[in-house]
């Protein structure tokens, strides 16, 4: 399981990288995991979507 956060990428960044401007999932490297996204809510699903959240042996979600 990986860490995952949003980013926002803004259009001068994004013609530096070489990518669409957007949210984008990253790793704690930094590295792109998904994107780009819309808005923020539009990744943090994605992230979601990819890193569901732990449970614990109990059945409780663990944050």
Known sequence: MQDL???????????????????????????FVSGPHDSEADCLRKIAEINPPKKSSRGSTVT
Not at 5 to 31: F, I, M, N, Q
């Open 5 to 31: 956060s949003p980013r926002h990428v803004k259009t001068e960044e994004s013609l530096r990288l070489g990518v669409v401007s957007g949210w984008y999932s990253t790793k704690v490297s930094g590295t």
